[in-house]
């Protein structure tokens, strides 16, 4: 019975038909960003112990070159990717920006 079974098996996969050529992969991103897009944090270091806000965030982000925000506010939890073009902005219970860097 399971040579029967292993035949009829064998038969079906030899009517299937051959797998075409799989297409090229696609160019792999570059680890760093296209140029005008690092995030410069040491620009900005002088918003530590400053009051966070909408409006200083905006500010931070024109004057370090990022292409983006990251709030980090305390005991909150984050993903581990490094983005060079983004500014990571963390600050303690009152507010107040404890540290700044870029990733």
């Not at 797998?19 to 530590?48: H, R």
């Amino acid at each position: 019975m399971r040579m029967i079974a292993l035949l009829a098996c064998m038969a079906a996969t030899a009517c299937a038909k051959p797998q075409q050529d799989a297409p090229a992969a696609a160019e792999p991103l570059p680890a760093v960003p296209a140029a005008g897009l690092a995030c410069a944090a040491e620009s900005v270091q002088y918003a530590i112990g400053q009051k966070s806000s909408p409006e200083l965030g905006s500010k931070l982000v024109k004057e370090s070159g990022s292409a983006s925000l990251r709030w980090m506010p305390p005991r909150s939890a984050a993903t581990m990717d490094y983005r060079a073009d983004r500014l990571n902005v963390h600050y303690n219970d009152d507010m107040i920006i404890t540290r700044i860097n870029c990733g």
